[in-house]
T-cell receptor, first 114, second 113 residues
Framework: AQSVTQLGSHVSVSEGALVLLRCNYS??????LFWYVQYPNQGLQLLLK??????LVKGINGFEAEFKKSETSFHLTKPSAHMSDAAEYFC????????????FGDGTTLTVKP | DAMVIQNPRYQVTQFGKPVTLSCSQT?????MYWYQQKSSQAPKLLFH???????NEADTPDNFQSRRPNTSFCFLDIRSPGLGDAAMYLC????????????FGPGTRLTVL
């Protein structure tokens, strides 16, 4: 069994400020972890993913996330927010087995204030 | 270049009138998924195909059916839409199931009158 909890359904930051979106997971097997972004009336787009290896993962648009096994976390960060970052962000976990399917968190809506 | 295409982008149907949503992919991926996403909620997996092998989620209503006639196409049939079925329907593909990235289409927004 697996689950994802995204802390904070809405996060608001000023342009240029640090973005921190929180994701905690549970998984009975080593997980694969993903962050997706969704703009209004569009599908989800992969930002980054962790499967194995280096725990700090860099993605598109300046985002990065760090897998912390001891904290069962995979928080998403960006040093400086841009207006175009305003969107909904989903964290997802997949068991690292061939039969695994993804479980998505409930999403965090990021607002960027000018 | 579009990789996962969904048609139509917007679909309006009447209560109880069958509707079919279409998804096609140019990635030649083995796996195709259908998700239902209601406003401000996580995508909810309805079912997926691994090649021709159909995998239904336990809580997917019988009202929802799917067909995959070939690698490139997958259809979602809603036999008798109810008001509660109004949602965004997302199609996604992945090369395999084990940790592969899912590539999503833009979605079809279904309105039920």
């Amino acid at each position: 069994a697996q689950s994802v909890t995204q802390l904070g359904s809405h996060v608001s930051v000023s342009e240029g400020a640090l973005v921190l979106l929180r994701c905690n997971y549970s998984s009975s097997v080593p997980p694969y972890l993903f962050w997706y972004v969704q703009y209004p009336n569009q599908g989800l787009q992969l930002l980054l993913k962790y499967t194995t290896g280096a725990t700090l993962v860099k993605g598109i648009n300046g985002f990065e996330a760090e897998f912390k096994k001891s904290e069962t976390s995979f928080h998403l960060t960006k040093p400086s927010a841009h207006m175009s970052d305003a969107a909904e962000y989903f964290c997802a976990v997949t068991p690292g087995t061939n039969a695994g399917k993804s479980t998505f968190g409930d999403g965090t809506t990021l607002t960027v204030k000018p | 270049d579009a990789m996962v295409i969904q048609n139509p982008r917007y679909q309006v149907t009447q209560f109880g009138k069958p509707v079919t949503l279409s998804c096609s992919q140019t990635l030649n991926h083995n796996v195709m998924y259908w998700y239902q996403q209601k406003s401000s909620q996580a995508p909810k997996l309805l079912f997926h195909y691994y090649d021709k092998d159909f995998n239904n989620e336990a809580d997917t209503p019988d009202n929802f059916q799917s067909r995959r006639p070939n690698t490139s196409f997958c259809f979602l049939d809603i036999r008798s839409p109810g008001l509660g079925d109004a949602a965004m329907y997302l199609c996604a593909t992945s090369r395999d199931r084990a940790g592969d990235t899912q590539y999503f289409g833009p979605g079809t927004r279904l309105t039920v009158l």
